[in-house]
């Protein structure tokens, strides 16, 4: 259908269940760590500096983010997770948050899960794919960080995430560099295909 990726626009920020979007148009649900570089490789996909708001201390995105991307599809950036310090209330109300967005029926048309390249994923991500999953939509997942992995662990590590996150062979790991942007074609068409 061809996306226009360099057009797009914030729409709002949903605290609640009943600010969700829901107007039928495809949502593409970005999930990840707090400090795993979620903002810049939406910020990379889009060819924008500051679009997704790339917070100097990591657990800022506290809601649901909407980005219309060409007027056709939603990004949605939603609260990183597994950050320490913020307050056990604060955690609990994202908790709810999530739950909700992932709760109901045909909100996500895709799953772009984002994960550190250099590490083994973690328990916080494993419940996340599993959420992914259990909501029924395809999943990709971003191995982030690729630039700061020597050429001979890429390999070795991709298969680790594979591994810990149960991934079927047909699901896609794409190595990304939001840094050098690593991967970003493949994404961009990966996110095409499923939209």
């Avoid at 490789?41 to 800022?60: C, M």
């Avoid at 599809?73 to 109300?93: H, I, N, Q, W």
């Avoid at 772009?112 to 997942?141: N, Q, Y």
């Amino acid at each position: 259908m061809g996306i226009n990726f360099n057009k797009a626009e914030f729409i709002l920020s949903a605290v609640k269940k009943s600010a969700f979007i829901r107007d039928g148009r495809p949502q593409v649900a970005f999930a990840g760590r707090s400090n795993v570089g979620k903002s810049s490789v939406i910020n990379r996909l889009l060819n924008r500096k500051n679009f997704a708001r790339v917070g100097a201390t990591p657990g800022k995105t506290t809601q649901v983010n909407y980005f219309l991307i060409d007027g056709k599809v939603y990004f949605t950036d939603l609260p990183g997770y597994g950050y320490a310090r913020v307050s056990k209330e604060e955690r609990d109300r994202w908790g709810r948050l999530m739950e909700n967005y992932f709760q109901e029926e045909g909100l996500i048309s895709l799953g772009v899960l984002i994960v550190d390249a250099r590490h083994k994923p973690t328990v916080d991500d494993e419940t996340m794919c599993t959420w992914f999953k259990d909501s029924g939509c395809p999943l990709i997942v971003v191995a982030n960080k690729l630039d700061k992995l020597k050429k001979s662990e890429v390999e070795p590590n991709l298969h680790r995430i594979r591994e810990t996150l149960e991934l079927p062979e047909s699901a896609l790991v794409i190595p990304f560099s939001a840094e050098k942007g690593t991967g970003k074609t493949e994404l961009l068409s990966a996110i095409e295909q499923f939209v």
